[in-house]
């Protein structure tokens, strides 16, 4: 088993309940060990969108990094995902932040994700549920990475219980 951190967002359609399917179908991958809050924030990128609800979760799984990003991008299409342009409106969208501390440098999949240190709504959540990671590549605390990120975040959800009820194995 190995734990990994999955962001999702969306900000196309019914932003929660994207979030919700989603999440319900990722409890089939693993264990979810914990969610963060979920965030509203400005699209990044392209800014001419409506804004993003966004968080993180921390899930136990017997998956490797390139069978997990596979099973990620169907997730994706079963919750409605239609793919439009780079960095535009998305109904789900998951990514994987970390995998242990492995470093995977690959065209269609790098871990750690490589914004992680540019985006409010992949750090702040995901220090929310371990302040003590470090950036795998240099082995630095992440919290004092993200002293130099502006935290636009505006929480906006917890669903902690949620999970609970629609999927009593995971541990949140």
Known sequence: MAICYISFGSNFGDRLENILKALTFLTKLGKIEAVSTIYESPP????DQPNFLNGVLRLNTNLKPIALLRELKRIEKSVGRVERYRWGPREIDLDILLYEQ?????????IPHRHLLERDFFLFPLL????????????????????????????????????LYTAPNSRV
Request: hydrophobic share 45%.
């Open 102 to 110: 492995y470093v995977i440098m690959l065209s269609f999949l790098r």
């Open 128 to 163: 929310e549920l371990d302040d003590n990671l470090l950036y795998p590549i240099t082995r630095e605390p992440l919290k004092l990475l993200a002293k130099k990120v502006k935290n636009q975040l505006k929480p906006y959800a917890c669903i902690t219980s949620y999970l």
């Open 44 to 47: 990044w990128g392209v800014t």
